[in-house]
């Protein structure tokens, strides 16, 4: 880099820096131009980052609190399920290193123009703050902070959508709960919301290695079974008829079954009734040792359906050593014996403290493998004569060799 480059640089993050902020709104009473200010000073001087015990979050329509358990934190409105901590520490360290960006000189009538009024005294949701507010383990208040409206600035492009310049989202409004004073920070604080959903664990189980699938529905003939010797192997149908012929390309997904499932959400209190499962069933066992009893609901219009857990399994306790093993072998197959041994025994407890509850899942779950017995097995392909074989062709009796494949190919 040249001395020239070098100094344009310079006196470039100069004038950045010294640049202030000129924040306007139409009408009287608006917020006054900002005074700049180069040196960083935290919105909270000592925020109380360990003592946090409960966040709870308040929007005008909706609130949710999640708080401390005895092993890890909770989400009170889905019956204390288990919450996903990643955020929620990420939520607090944003706290604790929070700097102002631009302190607004603004007077609290004009509060609703950034979305800083109370949640119970505004009169629409646009002029709402969502407030968060931190308390310890016995419920004493240690900190609170009012989010308002998300700062937008011109990116010097015409927006592809028309209407002007394209915008982007660069702070928000906040305002410390313990003053009236009001700044701009660099945050969005895009996470924090009052959704359930967005705060729980999403980890589930996970089913690896099908040694047996079966599936039972309302129409028994629908039901079917399938089983295989080897983990890498192909399965086969458990009392096949003698017309049926199972079809490996159309089973092939069953291997993977449920081999990376997800949740949406936890149905809890008066839902539970509106979300029965036993519509159909997958009972599974792994050649690891686990065995699964999955039940399901109905499929909603909004392919979304509800499904309960049971696992149990029966691990192998000890490793049968070798005819030829030396001491050093034994050693170390002994060692990565126990260590998969924990992790199984790990993968259990998780998956067992799924039971008890009941959770929605999309159907695309279940759908490529909730096929009814029929669509298994390998069809007769050959269309018969005068029939449709493509939308809107139909061939007429004399033409039936020039199929793909057929006589005249």
Same mark, same amino acid.
């Given at each position: ?34 005074? &700049? ?114 700062? #937008? ?11 002007? *310049? ?85 089973? &092939?997904? *069953? ?15 008066? &839902? ?31 392919? #979304? ?19 030829? #093993? ?50 298994? *097995? ?6 018969? #004569? ?24």
């Amino acid at each position: 880099m040249g001395p020239k480059i070098l100094i344009r640089l310079l006196i470039a993050l100069a004038v950045i820096g010294g640049i202030a902020a000129a924040l306007h709104f139409k009408g009287s009473g608006g917020v006054s131009e900002v005074t &700049s200010s180069t040196s960083k000073k935290k919105v909270f001087a000592d925020f109380p980052i360990n003592d946090v015990a409960a966040i709870e979050i308040r929007a005008k329509d909706a609130s949710l609190t999640l708080s401390k358990g005895e092993t890890a934190w909770e989400v009170k409105e889905r019956d204390g399920y288990t919450a996903n901590t990643e955020p929620i520490f990420s939520l607090l360290v944003e706290l604790w290193d929070l700097n102002i960006a631009q302190p607004v000189t603004i007077g609290r009538a004009q509060f609703g123009r950034l979305s800083l009024v109370a949640p119970d005294e505004a009169t629409s949701e646009e002029e709402a703050a969502t407030i968060l507010t931190f308390r310890d383990v016995e419920g004493k208040d240690l900190a609170s902070l009012w989010l308002g409206k998300v700062y #937008e600035r011109s990116t010097n492009r015409p927006n592809p959508f028309g209407g002007g *310049m394209a915008t982007a989202e660069a702070g928000r409004y906040i305002k410390p709960g313990s003053s009236n004073s009001v700044y701009l920070v660099g945050n969005i604080f895009e996470a924090v919301e009052t959704d359930p959903s967005k705060w729980i664990d999403k980890s589930f189980f996970q089913v690896d290695k099908i040694k047996t699938i079966e599936f039972k529905s309302e129409e028994k003939s629908n039901n079917w079974k399938l089983v295989r010797e080897k983990a890498d192997g192909d399965f086969t149908l458990v009392g096949a008829g003698k017309e049926e012929v199972l079809d490996q390309a159309k089973v &092939s997904s *069953m291997r993977g079954a449920f081999g990376n499932a997800q949740l949406e959400d936890v149905i809890t209190g008066e &839902s539970i009734a509106e979300y029965p499962t036993g519509k159909t069933s997958f009972a599974i066992s792994t050649f690891e040792g686990f065995s699964y009893r999955i039940s399901l609901g109905e499929k909603s219009d909004l392919n #979304e359906l509800s499904l309960s857990l049971k696992v149990s399994a029966e691990l192998q306790k000890e490793r049968k050593a070798g005819e030829d #093993e030396s001491e050093e072998d034994k050693d170390r197959l002994d060692k990565a014996f126990d260590a998969e041994l924990n992790t199984q025994k790990a993968k259990l407890k998780k998956e067992k403290a799924l039971e008890g509850h009941l959770f929605k899942v999309r159907s695309y779950l279940v759908d490529s493998i909730s096929k009814p017995r029929a669509e298994l *097995m390998v069809s007769e392909e050959a269309p018969a #004569e005068g029939t449709e074989i493509a939308p809107g062709i139909t061939l007429p009796p004399g033409f039936q060799g020039l199929q793909p494949g057929g006589p005249g190919n």
